[in-house]
């Protein structure tokens, strides 16, 4: 089969790779229908992170189609569509008793999809724990809908989540990139009174304004300019909450600063390259006492939490696929849309790629 694969750092190409096996009674092989390339591919390709082995299947964002499933899967046959969550938890590890979903075992356990096992990037791919981990698309949803709910909704949804966002709140997001106006639908949705949304990528405007921002503040006024307003506007209180999902090392300092005393929350979904550590202002935390909360997140994952957001496309409360503004067609494109992402044009929010030409 087709596989788009790490070769080596910074060097990803097509390569015809084995078909995976179905190993396991609970698992299942995949066809991909759909995928979207991420920014945190670019990352596994261009970045710095941990050593990828070789010839590692990338991706992990997709709907697919149910190849074969194994003997004891009980809710999922050949032929269903699904969509397949970025975060696939390990569901036998013991740590899920404790609600460790996302890091069970070991860190970044569930983010495995194309990091530490082969990725949705290929004409099949292969999961385990089918029935935990598949999430079934109703009839009358748009695949383009799912596709955005396995990630970029879902990690924007768990920024308005962590944040704990209350009726009435006042909140900030910063970047305005997929998942921040996914974290800005959220916070609408979850009854943040005035949601402030911080970026310039034209294509992103219109839509956060739709998904609720009030109002939009362009990054290159300056950070000093940017707290002096939000704080002069909050009678000097600073917001309730920030949801930091764009930007720079320097917002992580940004958000402390503008955010409440006493009940403020600072919600990170943003990776961080490089090995300085991520700024924390001394005066701003109150030296350490302030009371500000600092939460660092991934999407939630696994099947329930899929379903459930899949329900908010079904009934109308979303439309994730507003954020597909690239499509390519037959996975041999996939390597432009690998660099469309790596580029970020500034017409560029997400990308959906059809397997099939
Ligand atoms: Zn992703």
């Not at 969550?85 to 495995?112: C, V, Y």
């Not at 961080?272 to 701003?284: L, N, R």
């Not at 991934?298 to 899949?310: D, S």
Request: aromatic share 8%; charged share 25%; with cysteine.
């Amino acid at each position: 089969m087709k596989a788009f694969v790490l070769e080596e750092r910074n060097k990803a190409v097509i390569k015809d790779m084995p078909i995976p096996e179905l190993d396991s009674d609970y698992g299942a092989i995949l066809k991909p229908v759909a995928v979207s390339v991420c920014s945190s591919d670019v990352n596994t390709v261009y970045g710095s992170g941990t050593k990828k082995r070789e010839d590692l299947i990338l991706g992990h964002e997709s709907v697919a189609e149910v190849f074969e499933v194994g003997k004891k899967v009980k809710d999922f046959k050949r032929g269903d569509l699904v969509a397949v969550p970025a975060m696939t938890p390990n569901w036998r590890d013991i740590a899920i008793q404790e609600k460790n979903f996302l890091h069970a075992g070991r860190p970044f356990s569930s983010n495995a999809l194309g990091r530490t096992i082969d990725g949705v990037f290929a004409e099949y791919f292969k999961l385990d724990d089918a029935d935990m981990n598949l999430a079934r698309i109703d009839e009358g949803i748009d695949v383009e809908d799912a596709l955005m709910c396995v990630d970029m909704v879902t990690t924007g949804f768990s920024g308005a989540e962590s944040a704990d966002i209350r009726f009435g709140d006042s909140v900030v997001v910063i970047g305005i990139g997929a998942v921040g106006l996914m974290a800005i639908q959220a916070a609408a949705l979850k009854g943040a009174a005035r949601i402030i949304a911080i970026g310039s990528r034209a294509a992103s405007i219109n839509l956060a304004k739709k998904y609720g921002a009030c109002e939009i503040l362009d990054y290159k006024q300056g950070e000093a300019v940017l707290k002096e307003y939000i704080l002069s506007s909050t009678g000097g209180l600073g917001v309730d909450a920030v949801i930091i999902c764009g930007g720079t090392d320097e917002s992580f300092a940004f958000a402390v600063d503008i955010v409440k005393y006493g009940i403020g929350r600072v919600v990170n979904l943003k990776h961080y390259p490089g090995e300085e550590p991520i700024p924390i202002p001394k005066f701003s935390a109150g030296r350490g006492m302030s009371g500000k909360s600092i939460y660092m997140e991934l999407g939630a994952g696994g099947r329930v939490r899929i379903e459930r957001l899949l329900n908010l496309v079904k009934y109308n409360r979303i439309s994730p696929k507003d954020l597909i503004t690239h499509r390519f067609y037959g996975l041999d494109n996939i390597d432009k849309a690998l660099e469309l992402m790596r580029v970020k044009p500034k017409d560029l929010i997400k990308t959906a790629l059809y397997i099939k030409v």
